[in-house]
């Protein structure tokens, strides 16, 4: 069988084999490619670059991977003669806290062959990585990129090999608290497989994962839950119930709900986090009846009414599905809330500067702000597209007429970095100034104004930029703690 060794090196563990000038790394993997390969859970992969060998084709493989113990690679350095007893300590030392995994991923099998000569040769590709990165991958492939077919989902889920994986992922985490357990529900978040689901529309793949693959449906094998609908995920501890409320998915809501009375749960008291203070605890929360009514999601709202013993609404519709508000989200705008609540929105006409953005704000500052706590207030640019810089006199304008709020820049494009080194200065300046106030005057409490820039400066201009930032940089990180109101710039 011919050998070749490709080897992607990950933290300290083969670190610490791949920076020594004494070790020749290809011969220590190698020795442990052979109980890889019998002990290993197998699965099926798609190579994602060709077969090393005769035929340059990307074939199914055969991919192998097992955990390696502190043992297996003490052993692989005795067997092949690099051993020491420093080497050993090392060794001890970096693998007690970090979980390595070697992986074999064997091509040109006769199984995959395409029709024709079947001469290639057996290659063995093998590296070793920490966690379980590859077998996420695994789960992103069959799983995420397949979620709207839920055959294909089944069909995975059904496959020994994958349940083998699943079940070994399951066993890795601790399994005495729910925070600490390891389940591929819980993957990406709040765009988890049921969340994703949700927020898809995907509804025959919804029902699905709540027939067959939740933890009341799967208690002898926990590791095939792919769907916790009371779980809260994300800052927002939002369900799926929220989820499904927010996004406007009454057809997604509806299966929820038949899904919780079949087991009994009462979902009355499921509370997302719409508040916090400003130490991040969180202040207030709704239920999804509440949400339903806040979003003006009024389908949902009567899907969810005789469960909380309210009346359902006439002419329900929903205003606001997630189409709509990711439509929304990408219009350049400038906007203002305070603790959540909106307060003011002002769509930018296609031709907007930076004199119509604090003109925005002054008129924002007229008409709607008397009754709110300044220190409160949000002010957030949102997709705009500047096509000249901010002057330094304009930066001073836009800070002074966002004093004591919070300003904010999301998705926004400024023409080139000096933008942001006029805000930056102005900053400074502000900072420097004498007071005994929580915050200079003319000072937002919060600037947070990254962006792209549409050009790049000359490499002179960019050199000048940047030693001017460094320069700014020091005096800002030895003068903005004075300031117990100041809570940063970005």
Not at 345 to 362: G, M, P, R, T, Y
Not at 383 to 392: K, M, V
Not at 443 to 459: G, N
Request: net charge negative; glycine share 4%; charged share 25%.
């Amino acid at each position: 069988m011919a050998s070749t060794t490709h080897t992607t090196w990950t933290n300290q563990t083969v670190d610490l084999l791949k920076t020594n000038l004494h070790i020749d790394c290809k011969p220590v993997l190698k020795q442990l490619i052979p109980d890889t390969l019998e002990k290993g859970i197998r699965l099926v992969s798609l190579q994602t670059k060709p077969t090393e060998g005769s035929r340059h084709l990307r074939l199914d493989a055969w991919y192998y991977i097992r955990r390696v113990s502190v043992e297996d690679v003490l052993r692989a350095l005795r067997d092949t003669g690099f051993w020491t007893q420093w080497l050993q300590k090392e060794v001890e030392r970096v693998m007690e806290t970090q979980k390595v995994y070697h992986v074999v991923v064997r091509g040109n099998d006769p199984k995959f062959m395409p029709l024709g000569i079947r001469d290639g040769q057996d290659v063995v590709t093998d590296y070793i990585v920490e966690g379980f990165e590859a077998i996420l991958e695994e789960v992103d492939k069959y799983l995420f990129e397949e979620l709207s077919d839920p055959a294909s989902v089944r069909l995975a889920m059904a496959d020994h090999s994958f349940d083998q994986m699943l079940r070994a992922y399951y066993l890795n985490g601790k399994q005495d608290k729910d925070a600490t357990l390891h389940l591929v529900g819980r993957l990406r978040g709040g765009s988890n497989l049921l969340h994703t689901c949700i927020k898809e529309g995907y509804v025959e793949t919804l029902r699905l994962l709540l027939d067959e693959f939740t933890i009341e449906s799967q208690s002898l094998a926990p590791w095939r839950a792919l769907a916790e609908p009371l779980r809260p995920v994300g800052q927002f501890k939002v369900s799926a119930f929220h989820r499904a409320v927010f996004d406007g998915r009454p057809e997604c809501l509806q299966e929820l709900v038949l899904w919780a009375l079949r087991h009994g749960h009462d979902i009355k008291e499921l509370r997302n986090v719409e508040e916090r203070n400003d130490y991040a605890a969180p202040t207030k929360g709704l239920t999804c009846l509440e949400l339903a009514e806040q979003s003006k999601n009024m389908l949902c709202y009567n899907i969810l009414a005789p469960l909380f013993g309210v009346l359902a609404k006439e002419g329900a519709t929903d205003v606001n599905p997630r189409e709509v508000r990711v439509e929304q989200r990408a219009l350049p705008r400038v906007e203002a809330e305070s603790q959540g609540t909106p307060l003011f929105v002002c769509l930018a006409d296609e031709k907007h500067d930076w004199a119509w953005v604090i003109e925005v704000i002054k008129s924002f500052k007229k008409e709607k702000m008397q009754s709110f706590d300044s220190s409160q207030i949000v002010i957030r640019l949102e997709n705009l597209i500047l096509e000249e810089d901010a002057t330094e006199v304009q930066a001073e304008e836009l800070l002074a007429e966002t004093a004591d709020m919070h300003l904010e820049a999301n998705a926004c494009t400024w023409k080139t970095d000096r933008t942001n080194l006029n805000f930056f200065k102005v900053v400074v300046d502000r900072l420097s100034t004498p007071s005994t106030d929580h915050l200079p005057a003319l000072l937002p409490r919060k600037v947070q104004i990254p962006s792209v820039a549409a050009e790049d400066l000359s490499a002179t201009e960019e050199e000048d930029v940047d030693l001017e930032v460094g320069q700014l940089f020091l005096q800002y990180v030895a003068i903005c703690g004075r300031w117990l109101g100041f809570v940063g710039a970005h």
